[in-house]
């Protein structure tokens, strides 16, 4: 999880700040001006680092947010007059947001490779909504002839045509949009987010409608976008199309990269040097000046002409250079100086008075089950009864099915045919969040947390899906029975408190399996479904975790597949054996042990030699 | 006496900052079958993908029928005899049977070809009646056997089979073993990481343990059996 | 109608060239993994690419044979000192390096071409076209392009269907570690899969050349459509590259026609369309 900033990272900002905050009493015009453009784009590109870094969505096409923020200062700028800044800011704000909203809407369905062309393609539109037709000037595109004003009735609070007031009003806008950012990643809301870069399957599992939250940000992020476009139209009073095509996409991408994605901070420090760069690349003289530290001023000359003629192709190579020295970018330079961070303590928690109640969980029942892949049936026509508070066992060949079986109950998979039933509740063909939020959890066969994050922070997400309206800003609304819930699902699962608050990441195999189960806990599903949780575990760890199987069966119900058959047939009440799709058989152990048809198809000569 | 099939010698090997392998040598004569057990974690696969070249070692030398290989790509090792059947089977899904097996059959360093498709359909006749079937229609089973056909169609000298039986009905195990004890009694030299320690004890030459990115055991698999306290420690049966 | 006709008969041409460029997208995307950014470049070189081989040997299609090879090389050149660095990287520094690939070539290309519009010459032996009333008539050239882009789309599913090439095309989509296990130098086949994209894109803009003017940035809307189209028909598929192309080649046609305010929205319009009914693309795998 994001830390708080580091105090190097708070250092560098806070001397930027000072730096910023002098600069009106000795910079010149042109100082002030190229000032409030970076500026300006570091709102943009923090922003845009809100869906890259922090939720790991690769927009391409964000300029198309920023560029509507511009033209909204043209739409509501009257001819000859200023436009009211009370007014320009919130319509462009507005009209980004409505935007990212329907383009959202689309968008978020993708992901990956497709989320990055989708948002380019939706770019490349709005820009040739613009390029192509006579709105707001065409391609030649259009002026603001005076800067809008800030005013309630005749008073006049804050006028842009004023380069100073215009700065200090762009720097008071970034130092909010940064605090912004930093206290939304950490809110249970943000929380989800950096879950959903890590593991968008896992979060989705455990009951949060991702979708929902990508397009929560991504409205967001859109709408803080335009408001840096508002701003930006107002440093030259011009806008064009380009403002929304791919190249600005490319260039805040650029920034984000080169400053470090995922810190916040770092793209904004991404903007600063990107923008030093190139104007210094721009320019023959301080090219001149910066080679004839080395070479004689002649050949400086010549070679300064040559670069700043070509500056664009430098820039280039100066990007090259930096991707592939710095994958990290600048934030991973400052990271490694300003040391580990430091995590949140946890609360104190006092332990449960004794043994609670033995709670009722859920019963499940699975009636004529069938889903095929086109013609490959997986599973086919399977009815079983899974009652409450038992450990049952899903055991067979590879290819079984039986993947696909519990795919299917946990909704990852639509039934063909069929009911799967939770306490008498249809929930066959529901999307994975909504089977979640009924009680119903699960594990996966390849360990499935969210390595990044400590095995506290895990559950605490994991305890946050009790409640998971994306809507959730508050860290200290229910916090404390969330706190509680994590800290019993760890003691539960047989976490040492010690290792509670390391990352996931640094815990033993065994530990991770332990962390999902306990992930199930806190997330107070009622009916665990299990995919091979003692894969890859040693005996030790096996029994202990077979032992724990049998714990939490006292109120949950637990569903597991398991290949390991000496720990199936000691920790399971029931055993369901599929075969190529099918049910073979379902029974107690001992039943299945016995049973010819099981031994042809699939136990062959195991436990013959066990004693009955 | 010919070189040994494969001789890797104090091999360390890193994921990022973690140390896997930590001066690990390994040796097999040609035609030997050796095992290769421990528990999870303790650094087999990485051994094997480290020998196969799909992983860089840090530190170490590695030796392929006397060639020194320790620079050599993957690509490089596979012709030269070495042969990977990986866990999860890599089997291509957009490849028929026949293409699988045929992707990458090559004569070995003598030009002789001692795996012929016949002889693998022969060894796998569920392959033959499949044929034309793609890779992602097979079950379990059947990737399994592609995937050592189209290891053996390489003509390799010495085969790594890792997890060879792994979700494996345990009737289907018996058949595999069957099929691995024809192809070494073929004179392919090979190693075996599996979790079925008796099937395992009975078919392998020599047996090695390792634990912690180490070898801590290399002996007959009557040495091993008879070593109750180092089965338990490691294996844990 | 008859305008409706040719400009449908144009939607489809354009459609077979944007193929071309897509087909070399994709394949690069579905085995390298690789975000090409820069392949829009190889289009522009390949269109300026004609115009200096047409000055010199004065047909387009000896320019083809001369250029197409020369652009092979080219992107095993670019290959070799950039993209090889990318392999193990994720999308974003991708992103990064193929952008500024293209602010390097966009300024070569100022360098070497100015930043004039140039116009390449239809072959003599093909000016003039077919009638299709008396007053519209269809240009030879046109219909050599879309006979040579068909063939070469028929060439491609060929070679990957039926030949070892494509057997290692296809085995690196699903799998690339196993294809280097299996004795397949997965270096070679990068270079060789970047190097056809190439040649590709080259190709593509080489044969437009003579159809439109020649300019500086002529091959970033080719980029941006061939992403589309890699979009609609799924990544690394190229019978996906090819429905997709012709879909959005008659669509950007029609709307011309239908739609002229918005014609440039209906083809990302169809694209949000196929997305929301299949987000892995017609034919990709699951999404």
Same mark, same amino acid.
């Given at each position: 999880?994001?830390?708080?900033? =580091?105090?190097?990272?708070?250092?560098?900002?806070?001397?930027?700040? *000072?730096?910023?905050?002098?600069?009106?009493?000795?910079?010149?015009?042109?100082?002030?001006?190229?000032?409030?453009?970076?500026?300006?784009?570091?709102?943009?590109?923090?922003?845009?680092?809100?869906?890259?870094?922090?939720?790991?969505?690769?927009?391409?096409?964000?300029?198309?947010?920023?560029?509507?923020?511009?033209?909204?200062?043209?739409?509501?700028?009257?001819?000859?007059?200023?436009?009211?800044?009370?007014?320009?800011?919130?319509?462009?704000?507005?009209?980004?947001?409505?935007?990212?909203?329907?383009?959202?809407?689309?968008?978020?369905?993708?992901?990956?490779?497709?989320?990055?062309?989708?948002?380019?393609?939706?770019?490349?539109?709005?820009?040739?909504?613009?390029?192509?037709?006579?709105?707001?000037?065409?391609?030649?595109?259009?002026?603001?002839?005076?800067?809008?004003?800030?005013?309630?009735?005749?008073?006049?609070?804050?006028?842009?045509?004023?380069?100073?007031?215009?700065?200090?009003?762009?720097?008071?806008?970034?130092?909010?949009?940064?605090?912004?950012?930093?206290?939304?990643?950490?809110?249970?809301?943000?929380?989800?987010?950096?879950?959903?870069?890590?593991?968008?399957?896992?979060?989705?599992?455990?009951?949060?409608?991702?979708?929902?939250?990508?397009?929560?940000?991504?409205?967001?992020?859109?709408?803080?976008?335009?408001? !840096?476009?508002?701003?930006?139209?107002?440093?030259?009073?011009?806008?064009?199309?380009?403002?929304?095509?791919?190249?600005?996409?490319?260039?805040?991408?650029?920034?984000?990269?080169?400053?470090?994605?995922?810190?916040?901070?770092?793209?904004?420090?991404?903007?600063?040097?990107?923008?030093?760069?190139?104007?210094?690349?721009?320019?023959?003289?301080?090219?001149? !000046?910066?080679?004839?530290?080395?070479?004689?001023?002649?050949?400086?000359?010549?070679?300064?002409?040559?670069?700043?003629?070509?500056?664009?192709?430098?820039?280039?190579?100066?990007?090259?250079?930096?991707?592939?020295? !710095?994958?990290?970018?600048?934030?991973?330079?400052?990271?490694?100086?300003?040391?580990?961070?430091?995590?949140?303590?946890?609360?104190?928690?006092? #332990?449960?008075?004794?043994?609670?109640?033995?709670?009722?969980?859920?019963?499940?029942?699975?009636?004529?089950?069938?889903?095929?892949?086109?013609?490959?049936?997986?599973?086919?026509?399977?009815?079983?009864?899974?009652?409450?508070?038992?450990?049952?066992?899903?055991?067979?060949?590879?290819?079984?099915?039986?993947?696909?079986?519990?795919?299917?109950?946990?909704?990852?998979?639509?039934?063909?045919?069929?009911?799967?039933?939770?306490? =008498?509740?249809?929930?066959?063909?529901?999307?994975?969040?909504?089977?979640?939020?009924?009680?119903?959890?699960?594990?996966?066969?390849?360990?499935?947390?969210?390595?990044?994050?400590?095995?506290?922070?895990?559950?605490?997400?994991?305890?946050?899906?009790?409640?998971?309206?994306?809507?959730?800003?508050?860290?200290?609304?229910?916090?404390?029975?969330?706190?509680?819930?994590?800290?019993?699902?760890?003691?539960?699962?047989?976490?040492?408190?010690?290792?509670?608050?390391?990352?996931?990441?640094?815990?033993?195999?065994?530990?991770?399996?332990?962390?999902?189960?306990?992930?199930?806990?806190?997330?107070?599903?009622?009916?665990?479904?299990?995919?091979?949780?003692?894969?890859?575990?040693? #005996?030790?760890?096996?029994?202990?975790?077979?032992?724990?199987?049998?714990?939490?069966? *006292?109120?949950?119900?637990?569903?597991?597949?398991?290949?390991?058959?000496?720990?199936?047939?000691?920790?399971?009440?029931?055993?369901?054996?599929?075969?190529?799709?099918?049910?073979?058989?379902?029974?107690?152990?001992?039943?299945?042990?016995?049973?010819?048809?099981?031994?042809?198809?699939?136990?062959?000569?195991?436990?013959?030699?066990?004693?009955? | 006496?010919?070189?040994?099939?494969?001789?890797?010698?104090?091999?360390?090997?890193?994921?990022?900052?973690?140390?896997?392998?930590?001066?690990?040598?390994?040796?097999?004569?040609?035609?030997?079958?050796?095992?290769?057990?421990?528990?999870?974690?303790?650094?087999? $696969?990485?051994?094997?993908?480290?020998?196969?070249?799909?992983?860089?070692?840090?530190?170490?030398?590695?030796?392929?029928?006397?060639?020194?290989?320790?620079?050599?790509?993957?690509?490089?090792?596979?012709?030269?005899?070495?042969?990977?059947?990986?866990?999860?089977?890599?089997?291509?899904?957009?490849? $028929?049977?026949?293409?699988?097996?045929?992707?990458?059959?090559?004569?070995?360093?003598?030009?002789?070809?001692?795996?012929?498709?016949?002889?693998?359909?022969?060894?796998?006749?569920?392959?033959?009646?499949?044929?034309?079937?793609?890779?992602?229609?097979?079950?379990?089973?059947?990737?399994?056997?592609?995937?050592?056909?189209? *290891?053996?169609?390489?003509?390799?000298?010495?085969?790594?089979?890792?997890?060879? $039986?792994?979700?494996? *009905?345990?009737?289907?195990?018996?058949?595999?073993?069957?099929?691995?004890?024809?192809?070494?009694?073929?004179?392919?030299?090979?190693?075996?990481?599996?979790?079925?320690?008796?099937?395992?004890?009975?078919?392998?030459?020599?047996?090695?343990?390792?634990?912690?990115?180490?070898?801590?055991?290399?002996?007959?698999?009557?040495?091993?059996?008879?070593?109750?306290?180092?089965?338990?420690?490691?294996?844990?049966? | 109608?008859?305008?409706?006709?040719?400009?449908?008969?144009?939607?489809?041409?354009?459609?077979?060239?944007?193929?071309?460029?897509?087909?070399?997208?994709?394949?690069?995307?579905?085995?390298?993994?690789?975000?090409?950014?820069?392949?829009?470049?190889?289009?522009?070189?390949?269109?300026?690419?004609?115009?200096?081989?047409?000055?010199?040997?004065?047909?387009?299609?000896?320019?083809?044979?001369?250029?197409?090879?020369?652009?092979?090389?080219?992107?095993?050149?670019?290959?070799?000192?950039?993209?090889?660095?990318?392999?193990?990287?994720?999308?974003?520094?991708?992103?990064?390096?193929?952008?500024?690939?293209?602010?390097?070539?966009?300024?070569?290309?100022?360098?070497?071409?100015?930043?004039?519009?140039?116009?390449?010459?239809? #072959?003599?032996?093909?000016?003039?076209?077919?009638?299709?009333?008396?007053?519209?008539?269809?240009?030879?050239?046109?219909? &050599?392009?879309?006979?040579?882009?068909?063939?070469?789309?028929?060439?491609?599913?060929?070679?990957?269907?039926?030949?070892?090439?494509?057997?290692?095309?296809?085995?690196?989509?699903?799998?690339?570690?196993?294809?280097?296990?299996?004795?397949?130098?997965?270096?070679?086949?990068?270079?060789?899969?970047?190097?056809?994209?190439?040649?590709? &894109?080259?190709?593509?803009?080489?044969?437009?050349?003579?159809?439109?003017?020649?300019?500086?940035?002529?091959?970033?809307?080719?980029?941006?459509?061939?992403?589309?189209?890699?979009?609609?028909?799924?990544?690394?598929?190229?019978?996906?590259?090819?429905?997709? &192309?012709?879909?959005?080649?008659? !669509?950007?046609?029609?709307?011309?026609?239908?739609?002229?305010?918005?014609?440039?929205?209906?083809?990302?319009?169809?694209?949000?369309?196929?997305?929301?009914?299949?987000?892995?693309?017609?034919?990709? =795998?699951?999404?």
């Amino acid at each position: 999880m994001l830390s708080t900033p =580091r105090p190097l990272v708070i250092l560098v900002l806070v001397a930027l700040l *000072a730096y910023a905050l002098a600069l009106p009493f000795f910079g010149g015009t042109f100082a002030l001006k190229f000032a409030s453009r970076i500026m300006i784009i570091g709102i943009f590109v923090i922003s845009l680092d809100l869906l890259i870094g922090i939720t790991g969505m690769v927009s391409f096409g964000h300029a198309l947010y920023f560029g509507l923020g511009a033209y909204s200062l043209y739409f509501i700028s009257p001819e000859s007059a200023a436009a009211n800044g009370f007014l320009a800011i919130p319509f462009a704000i507005l009209l980004a947001g409505a935007v990212a909203l329907v383009v959202g809407s689309v968008a978020v369905l993708t992901k990956g490779f497709y989320f990055i062309m989708v948002t380019l393609a939706f770019g490349q539109m709005g820009f040739s909504l613009f390029f192509d037709t006579k709105i707001a000037g065409g391609t030649d595109g259009a002026y603001i002839n005076v800067r809008p004003v800030f005013s309630i009735g005749s008073q006049q609070l804050l006028n842009f045509s004023n380069r100073t007031a215009f700065f200090y009003f762009c720097l008071a806008a970034l130092v909010f949009s940064y605090l912004l950012l930093l206290w939304l990643v950490r809110t249970p809301f943000g929380r989800v987010l950096q879950g959903i870069h890590h593991n968008e399957a896992r979060m989705s599992a455990l009951g949060f409608n991702t979708y929902a939250y990508k397009l929560a940000i991504y409205v967001i992020s859109g709408a803080m976008a335009g408001f !840096a476009g508002v701003l930006f139209a107002a440093i030259d009073g011009y806008v064009a199309p380009e403002l929304l095509g791919w190249r600005e996409s490319g260039l805040a991408i650029m920034m984000v990269v080169l400053g470090g994605a995922g810190t916040i901070y770092g793209p904004l420090l991404g903007a600063i040097v990107y923008s030093m760069v190139e104007e210094t690349l721009k320019s023959a003289t301080e090219l001149t !000046a910066i080679f004839s530290l080395v070479m004689s001023g002649a050949t400086a000359k010549w070679l300064g002409g040559i670069v700043a003629n070509s500056w664009s192709m430098a820039l280039g190579f100066f990007l090259i250079a930096a991707v592939l020295a !710095a994958p990290k970018g600048i934030a991973g330079f400052i990271e490694k100086f300003a040391g580990e961070p430091k995590r949140a303590k946890p609360r104190e928690i006092k #332990p449960p008075a004794e043994h609670r109640e033995r709670a009722k969980a859920m019963q499940l029942e699975v009636d004529n089950l069938t889903r095929a892949f086109g013609g490959l049936v997986a599973v086919d026509g399977v009815t079983v009864r899974f009652p409450p508070n038992r450990v049952h066992g899903i055991i067979g060949p590879n290819g079984a099915g039986k993947t696909t079986f519990i795919n299917v109950l946990s909704g990852a998979l639509r039934p063909t045919r069929g009911n799967v039933r939770l306490e =008498r509740e249809e929930i066959g063909g529901q999307k994975p969040h909504n089977v979640a939020r009924r009680g119903l959890g699960r594990s996966y066969q390849r360990t499935n947390v969210i390595l990044p994050f400590t095995a506290r922070e895990n559950c605490l997400l994991a305890a946050q899906a009790q409640h998971p309206s994306p809507f959730r800003f508050s860290n200290s609304w229910r916090r404390e029975e969330e706190d509680e819930a994590v800290a019993n699902a760890l003691r539960a699962a047989g976490i040492a408190p010690d290792r509670a608050d390391i990352r996931a990441s640094n815990l033993s195999h065994g530990e991770q399996r332990q962390l999902e189960i306990a992930m199930l806990i806190a997330s107070g599903a009622k009916l665990l479904l299990l995919d091979e949780p003692l894969a890859g575990m040693g #005996p030790e760890e096996t029994g202990r975790v077979t032992a724990l199987l049998r714990e939490l069966a *006292a109120d949950h119900t637990i569903v597991l597949i398991e290949h390991d058959m000496d720990a199936i047939f000691a920790a399971a009440d029931t055993l369901t054996v599929l075969v190529e799709g099918r049910l073979l058989a379902h029974g107690t152990p001992e039943e299945i042990r016995m049973n010819a048809a099981v031994r042809e198809a699939y136990l062959g000569e195991w436990g013959q030699e066990a004693k009955p | 006496m010919s070189q040994p099939a494969i001789l890797a010698e104090n091999i360390d090997t890193h994921y990022g900052r973690s140390h896997i392998l930590r001066g690990v040598s390994f040796r097999v004569a040609p035609g030997e079958t050796v095992s290769l057990l421990g528990r999870n974690g303790m650094g087999k $696969t990485t051994l094997l993908r480290t020998l196969a070249g799909l992983v860089r070692p840090t530190s170490g030398s590695i030796r392929l029928n006397g060639a020194d290989v320790t620079a050599s790509r993957a690509s490089a090792r596979s012709r030269a005899g070495l042969a990977i059947v990986p866990e999860g089977r890599g089997i291509f899904p957009n490849l $028929t049977v026949i293409e699988n097996l045929t992707f990458a059959a090559r004569p070995n360093s003598k030009g002789e070809r001692p795996w012929p498709l016949e002889r693998v359909y022969a060894l796998f006749p569920r392959l033959a009646e499949r044929k034309h079937h793609w890779g992602n229609e097979l079950s379990g089973g059947e990737q399994q056997m592609l995937s050592i056909g189209r *290891a053996l169609m390489t003509s390799p000298s010495i085969i790594l089979l890792d997890e060879a $039986t792994e979700g494996l *009905a345990p009737k289907l195990r018996d058949e595999i073993w069957s099929t691995v004890k024809q192809i070494t009694g073929s004179g392919i030299a090979a190693i075996i990481v599996d979790k079925n320690l008796n099937d395992l004890l009975a078919l392998a030459d020599r047996n090695t343990i390792m634990a912690k990115g180490e070898i801590v055991f290399d002996g007959s698999s009557a040495a091993l059996r008879a070593d109750e306290a180092l089965i338990h420690r490691h294996l844990g049966v | 109608m008859d305008l409706a006709l040719i400009q449908l008969l144009n939607g489809m041409q354009y459609g077979l060239l944007i193929f071309l460029a897509a087909s070399g997208l994709t394949l690069v995307f579905g085995i390298m993994g690789v975000i090409n950014l820069s392949h829009g470049s190889f289009y522009m070189l390949g269109a300026y690419g004609a115009l200096t081989l047409v000055g010199y040997t004065g047909d387009v299609f000896i320019a083809l044979a001369i250029g197409v090879p020369l652009a092979f090389a080219f992107g095993i050149a670019i290959e070799w000192l950039f993209i090889r660095h990318l392999y193990d990287r994720d999308h974003l520094q991708q992103v990064l390096l193929t952008f500024a690939l293209i602010l390097i070539f966009n300024e070569a290309q100022k360098l070497i071409w100015g930043s004039y519009p140039h116009s390449v010459p239809v #072959p003599d032996y093909l000016q003039g076209g077919i009638k299709i009333s008396a007053l519209l008539s269809y240009p030879y050239y046109r219909v &050599a392009v879309a006979a040579f882009c068909v063939a070469l789309a028929l060439a491609m599913m060929f070679v990957i269907q039926k030949t070892r090439v494509g057997r290692i095309i296809r085995a690196g989509e699903s799998n690339r570690e196993m294809v280097e296990a299996l004795g397949i130098d997965s270096r070679l086949l990068f270079r060789f899969v970047f190097a056809s994209g190439a040649a590709l &894109a080259a190709t593509a803009g080489i044969v437009a050349a003579p159809l439109e003017s020649v300019y500086p940035g002529i091959g970033e809307p080719v980029l941006i459509i061939s992403f589309v189209v890699v979009v609609i028909g799924g990544i690394g598929s190229i019978k996906g590259a090819f429905v997709g &192309a012709i879909l959005i080649g008659v !669509a950007d046609a029609l709307g011309k026609v239908y739609f002229p305010a918005f014609s440039s929205s209906v083809v990302y319009a169809v694209m949000a369309a196929v997305l929301i009914a299949r987000p892995g693309g017609l034919f990709g =795998r699951a999404a």
